[in-house]
């Protein structure tokens, strides 16, 4: 989707210069910076010079490294939950006490 606001901001890749449709940011450099250090990293690994595949590979990686994130997130987020249940039963607990305190009177 085009914006009207949007201007053109070039990134450096593997030596290769991107011009993408948006606004220059710091985030905008993290993310081409995160991409070039996986290409060069594979790169450097399996010694390929077809930038194409080390591209892919670079992708795989990076979707690996996202749907292992995601995973540990939703980890995280059930034992969030289920943390807020056990705290939850206890605060009720503890908030009933005085009723059943009163109710015996």
């Known amino acids: 989707m085009e914006n009207s606001g949007d ?23 993290r993310l081409a910076q995160y991409v070039d250090d996986k290409m060069r ?13 080390v591209a892919v590979l670079a992708a795989l990686n990076i979707a690996d490294d996202y ?3 995601q995973a540990e997130f939703a980890d995280l987020v059930r034992c969030v939950e289920e943390k807020n249940r056990q705290l939850q039963s ?16």
């Open 7 to 29: 201007t053109v901001a070039k990134v450096k890749i593997f030596d290769q210069i991107y011009a993408v449709r948006g606004e220059a940011s710091d985030h905008l450099e």
């Open 41 to 53: 990293k594979i790169s450097d690994e399996i010694r390929v010079v077809d930038t194409q595949k």
């Open 67 to 69: 749907y292992r994130l």
């Open 90 to 105: 206890k605060l009720d607990q503890v908030m009933a006490e005085p009723i059943a305190r009163q109710q015996t009177k």
